[in-house]
């Protein structure tokens, strides 16, 4: 197994979910989340010209910025992404494969997961850290019950059906890591709605987890 790069240290465990994004609107949007204290950003792999938009927001991040994509499931997206500079891969499901040619490139990975089999299996193929899907079905107790059966040092985020009014919950369980996908952006909001949105989703992490 390649040594992985672990998950970055943010000020804010808060990453962007851009699904949809446009790559017209992607400066406005981006710079809006950048403004508002976010600094990790995924635009998936089923948004339009995706790859555009990336490139995009790769340009405009500072470099403590972590820009990449989500949906990723193949070892050649994986080395697309890297060739325009992107260096978070998060990915719906468990593929070796996607891991390892991600490890190989010193990139950051988020695999899905749901249950300890799943999680085990990410750790053990290099995972970075683990996306718990759908957060809104597991929720805190349930993401907290089954670390505690992985490593102690093991990232956990949560991400589906979230936003900041879970902030509290979570936090309860000690889990500090989020994925803001329809609560922050959808493509019908304009960059300054997202920004607003972001705004109020840092203000309440912070207020939360004293991150201020």
């Not at 070796?96 to 990975?109: G, H, L, P």
Request: charged letters at 20%; proline letters at 7%.
């Amino acid at each position: 197994m390649t040594a992985r790069p672990p998950f970055p240290e943010l000020k804010r465990g808060l990453i962007a979910i851009l699904r949809g994004l446009r790559p017209d609107d992607a400066e406005g949007v981006v710079g809006a989340l950048i403004e508002a204290g976010f600094e990790a950003i995924e635009i998936p792999l089923n948004s339009p010209d995706p790859f555009r938009s990336i490139g995009t927001a790769v340009a405009m991040a500072p470099p403590r910025c972590l820009v990449g994509a989500g949906t990723v499931l193949t070892a050649a997206d994986v080395a697309r992404l890297h060739d325009i500079g992107g260096r978070l891969v998060v990915s719906p499901n468990v593929d070796a494969a996607v891991i390892e040619e991600a490890a190989r490139r010193r990139m950051v990975t988020l695999p899905g997961v749901f249950t300890p089999t799943e999680a085990i299996a990410a750790l053990a193929a290099g995972a970075s850290g683990l996306k718990f899907f759908p957060a809104s079905v597991l929720g805190a107790g349930g993401i907290a019950a089954i670390r505690a059966v992985l490593p102690g040092d093991a990232t956990v985020g949560a991400v589906g059906g979230v936003s900041e009014r879970d902030f509290e919950a979570y936090a309860q369980k000690d889990i500090r890591v989020f994925g803001l996908g329809s609560s922050l952006f959808t493509p019908s909001l304009t960059a300054a709605e997202v920004g607003a949105r972001a705004r109020a989703a840092v203000e309440e992490y912070d207020r939360v987890y004293g991150t201020a």
